[in-house]
Structure formats: structure tokens, C-alpha cells
């Protein structure tokens, strides 16, 4: 039940360490940040890690990474060096956060979400449960990604040319939607749950089906929401 | 390789720790029982979490699980305060159970599967790996969930207004199929692999595609599978 | 932060052990392996685990893992006893590989996989993150398996008889697509991402949509992947 952290760590004032858990390199903890239990942070890139020997040597070789204030990281989750959430962010249980990931203030990453590394996620996006998000994404800010959405970045696997995908500021993705290495996903635009974008979304048009086509617009959708949460007054 | 249990935990006899595991409150854990290793049982909700400082706080902030007689639960585990698990019920690896859920004796929860709590589901449930389920679901008895199903509850995401699914006794969800909010799916319904449901399912009926459409009912596929399982004799 | 090492494990020259992780059993793990945090080996079947009652016991009971040199298992990562690894394979985090399966050299397993035992996969797959894969299924060599791809051994669930999927040398399956109980893909066959595949693909085919449908072959798609890596240059 006791904590390993690293003698290079910066700990910001009343952190709290639930218990056994890694915090390696000079990896930064903003004050009032929760670290949960079987957490590991800051461990290095396959290159620097197979270098190593022992948990001290781990810990010598990893760069670090940033939590900012406030933020939560729960229990089995996982989240390399060289990687910065800002302020207020809280992940689920079991999730992985690969290295060179920038993730906004206020953003919430749901419980085994997978983030592979080199992504650049916005202010306020909400993560549900058991998303995947490659390499090369860029996610805007206040998106919605739904619980088991999978975003890719290989277009005819297994490529050597990896090729992004990038969700606008305020889109919606459903639950277990696909969404195709290359396309953007417009401001607004809603991706409907199951399916399969293989090509660009308009800002604020609503898409459906596989292969996704566009069945409306955001305005509508908004209109029908706004219906929808009345009716339950 | 220590475990934390709590000393308001009532463990019943010939239970097995099986090493390192955290359990949090007055959890009861019924005779016979199983929990393995890098177990959390007993974990508070965030409003109470937030509010403790160490492990011991948690302890005695939590309200304690229940789980009940001849249960297993498996390594990576984690589960909520105020959740009931019946008697020999068994989760698999990695799984997250969050708070006031409710199962039933005998029911198997697959590896990776998350519960997220406020939901019921009934006795002899066969969750397959890596399900989903969110608030406001109620699962029926001698349900069968495929691996990867997903379950949702927004209808118009980020929405105010949460709407549960509701699936009868006896349902089959085929793999990777998605069940859109406030949907219903009848007792005895069958749901193909990889289907989209967006409309209530009537009882029997066997439904298939994006979205889904009937196809057929439970009789002719009990006939199939019939068929099917002699083939092999 | 001590693991737990069998007196019966038998460790090559040069293995790192990275710290807390238990390895039981007289598991075998090959020269110049790595062993991650939270990583439990050898952990023996339900009729076996169930008649345990102590870490201790558990090593009794176990009849081992083999992981071949050069591995990598990551942290939280499950493997179970009567599961053969070849060389140079690796695991992402969070990984379940249950009993009886052989994986051969050079493999890699991505993060948040489940294989689900009695499986058998080639050399130098690879198998990206969050994949399903059950028992009964024969994975050929360099196949490529995208994203939470599903594969299924139950065509009439919950069936007493299970038929698992073949998937032959050098095919590809996409992101989220899901294999159906029984179907052979062939040699060097695509299966678009999303696809739901309910029929045997032909070895070359190129197939897509639900239920999937033939759309091209492999040497079009191989032709059109040499532009797009062209495009880049």
C-alpha cells in the first residue's frame, strides 16, 4: 500500500496519493490533485524504458508528466511522459494516456479509454466510457465523444503514412460510431451512434448509418432535444 | 502483496483474498467468496471521495458493497459503494462496477465490461467481455449480453434528460450491437451482432442491421440453433 | 512495490522485473523479457483457482505460462496458465490472455485486448488496441487486426456449440468491424472497418458494410495504398 514517487517529482500542495501507486520522473502534480491506487505515471517511451533495468532506473529515465490542478486520475490507469493534462481533468478507472498528449482544462476521460499518444484533445470534451483515440487526432474543444467511439488514423492498414482525424469544436460523436482515418468532423456536426464516417461532415450537419450520409442538421437536432428534455418537466 | 480491509468490512467464512486488494467500509462479502489481486471494493462516490485525504479516509467515508455468497471477483476489479452483487455471481478481469447497482445471484460479468452504475440487472445474466451498460439500465433475468454490446442512455448527447433501456427476461444482444436510449427490448427478443437499435424490439422478434429491422422471430431461431447444435453431434 | 515470484519460475538472463507483479507457477520467461507493474502470470483456471486458498496455493495450483525472450508485458496485464508466448512478443496495458493460448514470434497484443483462451495466432500480428478475440479462433501470420475489432464463436447465442473464426495469413480487418461465428477470411482479404462479416471472404476479396459485401480486391486496395503512402512523400 505504499506509494513509489520519484524524488524529481513536483507535488503541489494537499495532493492526495490514495495508497500503492508509481509517480515517476519529474513529473508535475498541480495542488489538490487526487492520484488513485495501481496508478503508474510518467513512465517512459518503449526506447527509454527497455533501456532499463529497475524501477529506479525507470524512474532516472522518464521526463515526466504534467496533471494540472485539481484533477483526478482514478485507480489502473496508466499515463506516459511527456504528456499534459491541464486543470480540472479526471479520468475513469483502467485508462491508458500514451506520451505527447495535450488534454484542455475541465475535460473528462471516461473509464478505459485508450488514448495512444501524440493527440491534441480541448477544453471541456467529454470522454465517455471506453473510447479509442490514435495518434495524430485533434479533438476541439466541448466535443462529445460517446461511450465506445473508435477513431483511426490508418487508412489502408497497415500503412506507413498514419493520416489524423480532426473533430471541430462542439461536435457530437455517438456511442460505438467509427470515424475514418483523414475525415474532419465539422463544428457542430453530430456523428448519430454505429456509424462508419468515411468521409468529411459539414459543420452542423447530423450524419447517420455505414457508410454515415447526412440525415439532417444540427439546428433540428438541437430543436428536438430541446422538445425531448421538456417533455420530461 | 498486503490487503487493506477495512475493519468495518463483515467477511463471511472461508473467503480468499488472494493477495494485494483494497477493501474499503462496511463491505459484506458472503461465505465463500473470491476476491483477487489489485481489487477495489467499496470505492466512494466522487462527492465523497473528493472529501478524504487518505486511505483510511476512504474507508471511513464509504458505505461499503455487498457481494454476496460463492462470488468471485477477479483481478483489476473495481466496485462502488452501495452496490449489491447476489449470491455466486462472477466478474471477470478488469472490470468496473460503479455505484447503486444491483445484480442478481448467479449472473457473470465478462472481463473489461463497466457498469456505471444506478442499474439493475436480474439473476443468471451472461454479460459477455467488455460490455457497456450506463445509468437507468434494467436488465431482465437469464438475459445474454455479446461481447463488446453497448448500451446507451443519451438520446441527444450531452443531454439533461437520461433515458435507461429497458431489456426483458430472456433477450439475446448479439456482439458489438448498440441499443439506443430509452429503448425497449422485448422478453425472448434476439438482437444480431452489430445491429443499430433505435426502435423498441417486440417480444420475439429477432432484429438485425443499422438501424435494425426485423428479420425474423424466436421461434424459427430456437429451430436454427437447434438444428445447428446437432450439426455438431 | 516487491512482486510475488514463484520458487518454480524459471527466469532467462536479463529479465526486468519491474516491480509489484506476480508470477507464479513454474512460468518460463525468456531471456531479456520485461515484466510490468500489476502484472499477475500463470494464473490458473477457475476449477483449479476455486480450490485455493492463498497466493501460496495459487502458485501450487499453477501449471505456468512460457513467454518467449525479448518480450514485453505491460502493466496490468493478465496472463493465464498453459498460454505459450513466443519471442519478441509484446503486450500493451491492461491486456487478458486466458489459458491454452499460443501466440507465436514478434506478435504484438495492443492495449485493452482480450484473448479469451484456447486461441491460436500466427507470427507478427498485430493486434491494435481493445480487440476481442474468443476461444476456438486460428489467427493466421502477419495478420492485422484494427481497433476493438470483434471476433465471435457463438452464432445462435448462448449456444452449447461454439465455432470459432479462421483468419488466414496476411489479412486485414478494420476498426470495430466484427466477425461472425464461424466465417473463414481468406488470404490477404480486407474487411473494411465497421463491416459486420456473416459470410466466408474469399482470399484476395475486399469486403465491406453490414452484412458485408464484396467492394473490390486486394490488388486494387494494395495499388491504392502505394498512391496514398506516394501522396505523403
Redesign the interface.
Known amino acids: ?2 506509494a ?1 514517487i520519484s524524488g524529481k517529482a513536483r507535488l503541489g500542495r ?1 495532493i ?1 496519493i ?3 501507486a ?1 509517480i515517476l520522473g519529474p513529473t508535475n502534480i498541480g495542488e489538490g490533485s ?1 492520484i488513485g ?2 496508478v ?1 505515471i510518467g ?1 517512459p517511451v ?1 526506447a527509454k ?2 533501456a ?4 529506479e532506473q ?1 524512474d532516472e529515465a522518464s521526463s515526466g508528466a504534467s496533471i494540472g490542478p485539481g484533477s ?1 486520475i482514478r ?2 490507469t ?1 499515463i506516459y511522459e511527456d504528456t499534459f493534462l491541464g486543470g480540472n481533468v479526471e479520468t ?3 485508462v ?1 494516456i500514451r506520451e505527447k498528449t495535450i488534454v484542455g482544462d475541465g475535460t473528462k476521460i471516461g ?2 479509454t ?1 488514448i ?1 499518444g501524440d493527440t491534441r484533445i480541448g477544453r471541456n470534451v ?1 470522454i465517455q ?2 473510447v ?1 483515440i ?1 495518434p495524430r487526432s485533434i479533438i476541439g474543444d466541448r466535443v ?1 465523444l ?3 467511439a ?1 477513431v ?1 488514423n ?8 498514419l493520416l489524423g482525424v480532426t473533430i471541430e469544436d462542439d461536435a ?1 460523436i ?3 460510431a ?1 470515424l ?1 482515418s483523414g475525415v474532419r468532423i465539422g463544428r457542430r456536426a453530430v456523428v448519430a ?2 456509424a ?1 464516417v468515411t468521409k468529411d461532415v459539414p459543420d452542423n450537419a447530423v450524419v447517420a ?2 457508410p454515415a450520409k447526412i440525415i439532417g442538421d444540427r439546428g433540428v ?1 438541437d430543436e ?2 430541446r422538445s ?2 421538456e ?2 418537466l
Not at 490508418?154 to 503514412?161: F, G, H, T, V
Open positions: 500500500m505504499k513509489y494537499n492526495v490514495e495508497g500503492d508509481v487526487r491506487l495501481y503508474i513512465y518503449k524504458a527497455t532499463t533495468r529497475s524501477l525507470l483526478i485507480s489502473h496508466v475513469g478507472h483502467h491508458l473509464s478505459g485508450i495512444d467529454s466510457s471506453s479509442y490514435p462529445f460517446g461511450p465506445r473508435v483511426t490508418d487508412k489502408y492498414p497497415a500503412s506507413r503514412r457530437v455517438g456511442a460505438n467509427v475514418i451512434a454505429g462508419v448509418g455505414v437536432y428536438k432535444k425531448y428534455e417533455e420530461a
